[in-house]
């Protein structure tokens, strides 16, 4: 098990990026180790570990299929797979929701002849923008809850727009999907354990209470751990450390970065304002992903609320612009490299897109 952890780690792509920007910035500045937010890191543990008892307990595979064996043209199960990667990002995270969903869609794609790039980017978006809504629906979502306090109805008082935009958003994307009739659909039939899924329930109602500071998050780990060591102990080894130690990077990168004078100097310019702060996060997160922007700006901010739009908002966009959408095209590459670039394309294009008309929107009611 240690060796499978270690050679994830030491495979990870964007972690050997992390680490290279992070020994370059070290030259210049110190390292400063209580610029890491150990809490954010310890929730974002504890969201893996159920994540995984999720994936094993094959919760996710069972209501994808039970979905899937119900539609009967090409638009119900493109709508299906997109509602159902909405929902699933607000709890199981738009990660974990897109290397469960795409891989399955890409299977039913090739039994039945479907079309794959459209939905799949459908499934991408469908999965950033759910996220937003919740807590524990991404990464970003943990750091900004957990570093400016915010309380739960505080929270999803601001989260609801994004909802509702991007309800209205996948309907119009779902209508403009091909209208076609089909019919074996039917997938292997999968049974879950009923105490396991009340288990699950449990550990995600006390991870979201110690996100909120009402249970102490050292003891939302204890319990998280004996569950996992009683049921599903092998979930510890599906745990992404390398996300983990990504963020352990971000976090001292970001640090080192807020001590340069020039930098501070600059952000500070572009965060005066609501507006203004959410025009940088927007933009930030499209060249270095929403989840460094969040860490980065939040050290020269005290706007919560434009930022959390800003980034959310900022997933959209390129493809660097949030972990999952890499995600979904490393999927692509794996499965059906061959509609890579059909995909890089049409992602690209409806992307930027959405990611205009919902900036302009937000901007308006600012």
């Known amino acids: 098990m240690i060796k499978t952890i270690f050679e994830n780690i030491i495979s990870d792509v964007v972690l050997k990026v992390v680490v290279a920007i992070f020994l370059i910035i070290a030259i210049f500045k110190p390292i400063n180790f209580k610029d890491i937010d150990l809490d954010t890191i310890v929730i974002l543990f504890n969201l893996m570990l159920i994540i995984s008892l999720v994936k094993r307990a094959k919760i996710l595979a069972y209501i994808s299929n039970s979905i899937i064996n119900h539609v009967k043209t090409t638009r119900q199960i493109t709508a299906y797979i997109t509602i159902t990667s909405f929902i699933l990002s607000m709890f199981v995270t738009n990660d974990v929701a897109i290397i469960t969903l795409v891989p399955l869609y890409i299977l039913i794609a090739q039994r039945l002849k479907l079309s794959i790039v459209y939905q799949t980017v459908l499934i991408t978006i469908a999965a950033n923008l759910g996220s937003a809504f919740t807590p524990i629906g991404n990464p970003q979502n943990v750091f900004l809850v957990e570093f400016y306090h915010i309380s739960i109805m505080s929270f999803f008082s601001q989260s609801l727009i994004l909802l509702l935009m991007g309800i209205a958003s996948l309907i119009i994307l779902i209508l403009f999907s091909e209208n076609k009739p089909i019919h074996d659909t039917s997938t292997e039939l999968i049974s879950i354990n009923k105490i396991h899924l009340l288990m699950i329930g449990g550990l995600f109602i006390l991870v979201l209470l110690s996100q909120f500071s009402i249970l102490s998050i050292w003891i939302d780990t204890i319990i998280t751990l004996l569950v996992v060591e009683g049921f599903f102990p092998r979930s510890i080894s599906d745990v992404d450390y390398s996300l983990l130690l990504s963020f352990v990077f971000f976090f001292l990168i970001v640090g080192m970065l807020s001590r340069i004078d020039m930098v501070v100097s600059l952000i500070h310019q572009f965060t005066q304002d609501g507006i203004h702060t959410y025009i940088t996060s927007v933009i930030t997160s499209q060249f270095i992903s929403n989840v460094p922007a969040s860490v980065l700006l939040s050290k020269f901010s005290a706007d919560f609320t434009s930022i959390y739009y800003g980034v959310s ?5 390129t493809l660097v612009a949030s972990l999952a959408n890499l995600l979904a095209y490393k999927q692509i590459l794996l499965n059906v490299p061959q509609a890579s670039g059909k995909f890089l394309k ?14 302009l929107l937000k901007i308006i009611l600012i």
């Open 313 to 317: 908002i900022g997933g959209l966009g």
């Open 346 to 359: 049409k992602f690209t294009f409806i992307n930027i897109i959405l990611l205009l008309a919902l900036s």
